[in-house]
Antibody, heavy 121, light 107 residues
Framework: QVQLVQSGAEVKKPGASVKVFCKASGYNFASYGISWVRQAPGQGLEWMGW????????YSAESFQDRISMTIETATTTAYMEVRSLTSDDTAMYYCARDKMAISWSPVDYWGQGTPVTVSS | EIILTQSPATLSASPGGRVTLSCRASQSIGDNLAWYQQRPGQPPRLLMF???TRATGLPGRFSGGGSGTQFTLTISSLQSEDFAFYYC?????????FGGGTKVEIE
């Protein structure tokens, strides 16, 4: 069965970076893109970016373009997302989610359990 | 970026009732619109994609409609497990975006 297992909770100081991983299993990793979505406490969903798990190409939201890096490690079927220059506004639950279809225009269907990131001095 | 505006922000209804949630896109997104349900403490769950195609196992009381820039999600005969947050999501253009959400609460 499809599973996305994310890394554990993180606590970071302002200005630091955080790197979250998303270990995929139960399907052909290279066939389905992975999105990263975050949710601040009590707030809605915010789409951050997407990585093509076949060639590593990425798209990201304008508000994150300079601060995030999304990478993949095909051998271990793992996706990574790093956010740099953290502020308290980056305190949120971070999710990875897999595209439902192996085409460019696809919603996500499977979600990781989420990684809580707290930014505090 | 395509802005998705959901209304209302909160919808109060009774079990057994019927509700319609709205999602308006700032430009045409064809039929590349999905709906997600999120309960407290859980990741979102895909309900509907391609405007009106139900995800596997979704009960028939959920229906989606609309086209272009105006979309709806209707839940007929609300069950206790339907009281949750709902988000629309466009995957027609980069960057993909989510609406701000609608909370369906018990009246």
């Amino acid at each position: 069965q499809v599973q996305l297992v994310q890394s554990g909770a993180e606590v970071k100081k302002p200005g630091a970076s955080v790197k979250v991983f998303c270990k995929a299993s139960g399907y052909n990793f290279a066939s389905y893109g992975i999105s990263w979505v975050r949710q601040a406490p009590g707030q809605g969903l915010e789409w951050m970016g997407w990585v093509n798990t076949y060639n590593g190409n990425t798209y990201s939201a304008e508000s994150f373009q300079d601060r995030i890096s999304m990478t993949i490690e095909t051998a271990t079927t793992t996706a990574y997302m790093e956010v740099r220059s953290l502020t308290s506004d980056d305190t949120a639950m971070y999710y990875c989610a897999r595209d439902k279809m192996a085409i460019s225009w696809s919603p996500v269907d499977y979600w990781g359990q989420g990684t809580p990131v707290t930014v505090s001095s | 970026e395509i802005i998705l505006t959901q209304s209302p922000a909160t919808l109060s209804a009774s079990p057994g009732g019927r509700v319609t949630l709205s999602c308006r896109a700032s430009q045409s997104i064809g039929d590349n619109l999905a709906w997600y349900q999120q309960r407290p403490g859980q990741p979102p769950r895909l309900l509907m994609f391609g405007v009106s195609t139900r995800a596997t196992g979704l009960p028939g009381r959920f229906s989606g409609g609309g086209s272009g820039t105006q979309f709806t999600l209707t839940i007929s005969s609300l069950q206790s497990e339907d009281f949750a947050f709902y988000y629309c999501h466009q995957y027609n253009k980069w960057p993909r975006t989510f609406g701000g959400g609608t909370k369906v609460e018990i009246e």
